[in-house]
Nanobody, 122 residues
């Protein structure tokens, strides 16, 4: 079993910054992807940023240039640095991982964190 624990959410004024962190723990061989999603009230959960094991990243258009995802494979952590925050960034942010649990087994498993609230308001 794999656990993902997020931290770093909170209340920030428009234009401010926050850094979210997610730590993976448990028994696994490798993590293919560690991503950040968010879900605003009455909206669908959306993919915000992707971090792959090869170092590549992708972002949803609405956060490009403002958010940066970074990953530390030695610590099994992924951070989301959020700058120039806007009220529309208000949401619960979730960490998501695609994990290989066993050596030689191709099947991958998906895990979610419990979420951390980010509120952007004056």
């Amino acid at each position: 079993q794999v656990q993902l624990v997020e931290s770093g959410g909170g209340l920030v004024q428009p234009g401010g910054s926050l850094r979210l962190s997610c730590a993976a723990s448990g028994s696994f061989v490798s993590i293919d992807r560690m991503d950040w999603y968010r879900q605003a009230p009455r909206k669908e959960r959306e993919l915000v940023a992707i971090s792959r094991s090869d170092g590549s990243t992708n972002y949803v258009d609405s956060v490009k240039g403002r958010f940066t995802i970074s990953r530390d494979d030695a610590k099994n952590t992924v951070d989301l640095r959020m700058n120039s925050l806007k009220p529309e960034d208000t949401a619960v942010y979730y960490c998501y991982a695609i994990v290989q649990l066993e050596i030689g087994v191709q099947r991958r498993y998906q895990y979610w964190g419990q979420g951390t609230q980010v509120t952007v308001s004056s």
